[in-house]
T-cell receptor, first 114, second 112 residues
Framework: AQSVSQHNHHVILSEAASLELGCNYSYGGTVNLFWYVQYPGQHLQLLLKYFSGDPLVKGIKGFEAEFIKSKFSFNLRKPSVQWSDTAEYFC????????????FGSGTRLQVQP | EAGVAQSPRYKIIEKRQSVAFWCNPI?????LYWYQQILGQGPKLLIQ????????DSQLPKDRFSAERLKGVDSTLKIQPAKLEDSAVYLC??????????FGSGTRLTVV
């Protein structure tokens, strides 16, 4: 069975600081990788996804993530955060074949202080 | 395209009562998922449908939870009887392929 680990449960940053959220997964086969964001009171929204090709993936709102296969990692980055980035961030993985349901990490709550 | 519709948005019930949630996926999306998101945790898959057939219900507490997807479109998730630990947000999602999943706004259930 696959699993996803997010190392940071709660991150507090000042505006304009750089962000990196860690995500590691455990699954030996081919995977699809996702980062979702959940703003307070809103539904999950897709930030970016990786299926194949360039391991550096750019998403919406200036976010990017890098897939490092040897480390089973898919870390999320943003060079300069804004107050509006305050939200919960979830890393998720699905198997490339067979069952395609998403397995989520426990989430990282990001708080950006003005 | 319209999003995944869920209702109700909120529900408060007493323990041992029953409750049902409804989901209408995006038109044409064959796969439908129900997730449970407990406060402070990531969503956990409860059940996955492909059209009206169950693909995976290994994490569904079948002694109290049931779900159906008649005609391969709308789906209903039921809890009977509810326990305090069932308090969570119940999310419905649909997909056409692994390329994209669309989530509904969820139903927030509070069991008192």
């Amino acid at each position: 069975a696959q699993s996803v680990s997010q190392h940071n449960h709660h991150v507090i940053l000042s505006e304009a600081a750089s962000l990196e959220l860690g995500c590691n997964y455990s699954y030996g086969g081919t995977v699809n990788l996702f980062w979702y964001v959940q703003y307070p009171g809103q539904h999950l929204q897709l930030l970016l996804k990786y299926f194949s090709g360039d391991p550096l993936v750019k998403g919406i709102k200036g976010f990017e993530a890098e897939f490092i296969k040897s480390k089973f990692s898919f870390n999320l980055r943003k060079p300069s955060v804004q107050w509006s980035d305050t939200a919960e961030y979830f890393c998720a993985v699905s198997q490339d074949t067979g069952r395609r349901a998403l397995t989520f990490g426990s989430g990282t709550r990001l708080q950006v202080q003005p | 395209e319209a999003g995944v519709a869920q209702s109700p948005r909120y529900k408060i019930i007493e323990k041992r009562q029953s409750v049902a949630f409804w989901c209408n996926p995006i038109s044409g999306h064959a796969t439908l998922y129900w997730y449970q998101q407990i406060l402070g945790q990531g969503p956990k898959l409860l059940i996955q449908f492909q059209n009206n057939g169950v693909v995976d219900d290994s994490q569904l507490p079948k002694d109290r939870f049931s779900a159906e997807r008649l005609k391969g479109v709308d789906s209903t998730l039921k809890i009977q009887p509810a326990k305090l630990e069932d308090s969570a947000v119940y999310l419905c999602a649909s997909s056409r392929s692994s390329a994209g999943y669309t989530f509904g706004s969820g139903t927030r259930l509070t069991v008192v």
